[in-house]
């Protein structure tokens, strides 16, 4: 059975008083009866009753060291229960390790980061659970923590199950009283999450730094960040944007109608292609699109910027020439529709692009993309003796195609559905461009077929009538 000290104390106590007490009664017996009591034998009996008083004081001394050790071991105690509590909670990896690099401390986080290696760590180093080129480079920060007497910030990369983890550690030299280092403390803090968003970022601000279109961060009032693409379109230098109000830079006519853009971004309605100017450093006048969100819990705007004053301006003068186009247009098919010829315009497909009514009626079909450009589709083109057949490649149409220009070429046309007979003049014109290439092509076609009955009849009743009035045959 063990025995406290505590009870060692009292023991001990009890049994130096008795041999005391037995001492004493002793030697008053040994003293003879009728002897009287001397000096010398007073000095024994005080020396006596001075060592029980001794003994008792000692007791008690001890008792109350004994009770205060107590009291501080126990209070020590609590106060590594508390630390190892505090550090059990902390959600960074913490270790103390001795200067030879064994563990005298971990929390239970440092503990199961290496669960898997090692079940208990206290009294092990990093050599006895990690590869060798892992525990070389975080006991080489350890020292480098114990030659600068200080703490210092190193950044550890882990390997662990689901792949590396970075650590920002805190390593410093733990002092005893005497000022001198017997242990090193660390605190680990997993910024693997971090140093990922810092990449994002890093990425992100690389992004908006090279974009070719112009991003803006802004408030209601003011650009909060701008990229160079912005400052390169306006001529602002990045400072000269972000220290001054917005609608400084925005032409005048244009401010109101901004405002309320914004207004609608409160809303939570993005800015889609809104249009609007602004004044550049030299004076100049560009037209800018915004597409535009709202961060609704912050309020800051997000927007694309680009330039789109040449689009603006290539628009209008499109519309301008569109509209001359159609005034054109308009003219040609005025002059056109007041020509008595059939008149009708071909690409190089071959295709009709264009027909005035009387060419409609003359093939009679309504729709000027079904009009042939070959007369021989349907008709039986012929010289007007009416029998000889007119070669196909000698027709205007054809000989325009070629670049030559034709002049009344008198044919008679057959219909080859009717049988109607027409006496025709067709004349053929290229349309060339600035290459001299032929683009299309004119035909016109002028029915002659009554005026030749005409001239047939005034031949006729000339000859009837020549003999009445005197003239002779000859």
């Known amino acids: 059975m063990k025995i406290s000290f505590e009870r060692k104390i009292a023991f001990g106590y009890v049994i130096n008083l008795a041999v005391v007490i037995a001492l004493g009664l002793i030697y008053w017996k040994q003293m003879p009866i009728s002897k009287e009591a001397s000096f010398l034998d007073w000095i024994s009996l005080a020396l006596i009753l001075l060592s029980i008083g001794m003994l008792t004081v000692v007791f008690f001394i001890l008792r109350t060291q004994l009770k205060a050790n107590k009291t501080y071991q126990q209070q020590l105690l609590n106060n590594q229960i508390l630390l190892q509590s505090i550090i059990d909670n902390a959600t960074n990896l913490i270790s103390v390790k001795k200067l030879n690099g064994e563990y005298i401390l971990v929390n239970k986080q440092y503990q199961k980061l290496f669960q898997s290696k090692e079940k208990d760590l206290i009294g092990k180093t990093n050599h006895d659970f990690l590869p060798k080129e892992v525990a070389d480079v975080f006991r080489s920060s350890d020292l480098d923590a114990l030659k600068a007497s200080k703490e210092i910030y190193v950044e550890e990369t882990l390997e662990q199950e689901d792949g590396p983890h970075i650590y920002l550690s805190v390593k410093f030299p733990l002092f005893d009283t005497s000022n001198r280092a017997y242990a090193i403390g660390n605190i680990s803090t997993d910024i693997t999450e971090r140093k990922k968003i810092e990449q994002s970022l890093k990425a992100a601000d690389t992004f908006f730094n090279l974009s070719i279109d112009s991003l803006v961060i802004a408030t209601k009032d003011s650009f909060i960040k701008v990229n160079p693409s912005l400052s390169k379109l306006l001529g602002y230098s990045k400072e000269q944007l972000l220290e001054k109000p ?8 244009d401010i109101e109608t901004t405002k309320k853009e914004i207004e609608k971004l409160k ?35 997000y927007a694309i910027v680009r330039d789109v004053t040449e689009e603006l301006q290539l628009k209008q003068e499109k519309e301008i020439e569109l509209n001359a186009l159609f005034e054109s247009q308009q003219k040609l098919n005025m002059i056109l529709e007041n020509i008595s010829d059939g008149v009708i315009v071909a690409n190089t497909d071959k295709k009709v692009i264009l027909a005035n009514n009387n060419a409609h009626e003359f093939f009679g079909i309504v729709e000027e993309a079904h009009i042939p450009i070959n007369f021989s589709d349907q ?67 002028k029915d002659i077929s009554k005026y030749k009955k005409l001239e047939e009849e005034l031949k006729r009743k000339d000859a009837e009538t020549r003999p009445k009035i005197g003239y002779r045959k000859q």
Do not use: H
């Open 246 to 253: 917005f609608t400084d830079f925005i032409y005048p006519e």
């Open 267 to 301: 809303t939570g309605t993005d800015i889609v292609n809104f249009k609007n100017r602004w004044v550049c450093k030299d004076g100049s006048i560009k037209w800018l699109s915004w597409n535009a969100t709202a961060d609704q819990n912050t309020g800051l705007m």
């Open 379 to 445: 008709f039986e083109v012929l010289y007007p003796d009416g029998k000889t057949q007119f070669p196909a490649q000698n027709l205007p149409a054809e000989r325009a195609y070629l670049g030559e220009i034709t002049d009344d070429v008198d044919v008679l046309l057959r219909n080859l559905s009717t049988n109607e007979m027409k006496r025709v003049l067709i004349s053929g014109r290229p349309i060339v461009n600035n290459k001299n290439e032929v683009v299309a092509i004119v035909v016109t076609m």
